[in-house]
């Protein structure tokens, strides 16, 4: 009878439970999971450098937080680290492999860019252990950093043909000709495996920024879309030059869809930032004509007679696919240091956080806009956790 009311001495510990009661092993290997459906795409188009590129940082991660351990007391002994570092490297361009990028004075190669990626990411995990109040996801501020100190050096602009998938070098000798309808012409006219290719997101940025070719004289959106753009199908399937983790629209909702089956990603939490930034974008001002002495803008320019819906969805269709917004909503916006963790407010915070990546698409820029947005919101997280009493708000509406 004295056994059992005894105290032991050393409990069994508690297992944490998170995210709709899943544990935090179950939540680390379903993130690495989706993760992994993301990066499948990245390696069919650009082949073996792309692991490289991911699998670089993820070394220099891992040595540099090894490094910081004997500065930080960081006792986490979880996998975090690598899912931050597997989204750094999501985020990076093939280029860091071996590619160059040209100065005003030289031209300098992007290998040190793998090192620079893996060294800042754990000098923010380590400020994040020691400030652990600090609501912040270390492979967001990270990405948001690379982007804007190292603007040129992530620009992608190599691709595989489609038919050298998987096993090209696409930054051996590339070819100059780019596929004049996707997956039709599967080889190189000129025997090459890859070719060079500006990305959508540079393409669309130039145009909302009012650059234009100087031969033509002009651009709009329809010229843009015709000769500017890559076919629909690169970009929403494969063989646009994106970053590695977004290379496929599909996978990044197929990987959406199974980090809904695993318990990670919330749909509703999904559909309601995407809807809310299409509707924004579709609403917000964008340029319809551009030349030397004078930018149009349009409000709704899909209601336009200048435009048509035809044209203006389609433009704003390349959009959300060119820009991360589909990686963010999808997989980004569901790490648990990204959304609050109640239902009702998570709800209001996606609707906030698409707003904001359609604002910041268009503004900010297409290339990373959607990630500091995502980074701005995760700064909101508390407010809507801790402070704002959504109950007691409209108790007190209704008794008004």
Not at 201 to 229: K, Y
Not at 263 to 292: E, M, N, Q, W
């Amino acid at each position: 009878m004295s056994t059992l009311f005894s105290k032991t001495t050393n409990p069994a510990p508690r297992l944490v439970r998170i995210h709709s009661g899943n544990s935090r092993s179950h939540l680390a290997r379903a993130q690495l999971e989706v993760l992994a459906i993301v990066m499948l795409g990245g390696l069919l188009s650009f082949g073996w450098r792309a692991v490289v590129v991911v699998v670089g940082v993820c070394v220099v991660t891992y040595l540099a937080r090894r490094l910081w351990a004997n500065v930080v007391d960081n006792r986490d002994t979880s996998m975090r680290w690598l899912v931050s570092a597997l989204i750094v490297g999501a985020c990076a361009p093939v280029e860091w492999a071996g590619g160059f990028v040209e100065s005003a004075s030289a031209t300098l190669t992007l290998w040190p860019m793998i090192a620079a990626a893996g060294i800042a990411l754990s000098c923010l995990q380590a400020l994040a252990a020691a400030v652990p109040r600090l609501p912040f996801e270390p492979a967001v501020v990270t990405v948001v950093l690379l982007h804007a100190l190292a603007s040129p050096s992530m620009n992608p602009t190599h691709v595989l043909w489609p038919g050298e998938m998987v096993r090209g070098d696409v930054l051996a000798t590339p070819s100059l000709s780019a596929p004049d309808r996707a997956w039709v012409q599967s080889s190189s006219p000129d025997g090459m495996g890859s070719f060079v290719t500006r990305g959508p997101a540079q393409a669309i940025q130039d145009f909302l920024q009012g650059r234009f070719d100087a031969q033509v004289g002009s651009s709009s959106i329809d010229s843009v879309i015709r000769d500017g753009l890559p076919p629909p199908e690169d970009v929403v399937v494969i063989g646009a030059a994106t970053p590695i983790g977004m290379a496929s629209g599909v996978l990044l909702l197929v990987a959406g869809l199974w980090g809904a089956y695993r318990g990670l990603v919330d749909l509703r939490s999904t559909l309601i930032s995407i809807i809310s930034c299409y509707l924004l974008i579709v609403v917000l001002p964008v340029p319809i004509f551009v030349d030397a002495s004078t930018t149009t803008y349009r409000w709704f320019a899909s209601a336009s007679s200048a435009v048509g819906w035809t044209i203006g969805l389609t433009f704003v269709h390349y959009l959300i696919f060119a820009s991360p917004a589909i990686f963010v909503t999808c997989v980004l916006a569901h790490l648990p240091a990204s959304r609050p963790v109640t239902r009702g407010r998570r709800y209001v915070w996606s609707g906030l956080l698409g707003f904001m990546i359609g604002v910041s698409t268009l503004w900010l820029s297409v290339s990373y806009g959607a990630i500091a947005a995502l980074m701005v919101a995760q700064l909101l997280t508390p407010l809507f956790d801790r402070v704002i009493d959504w109950r007691a708000w409209f108790s007190r509406s209704v008794d008004d």
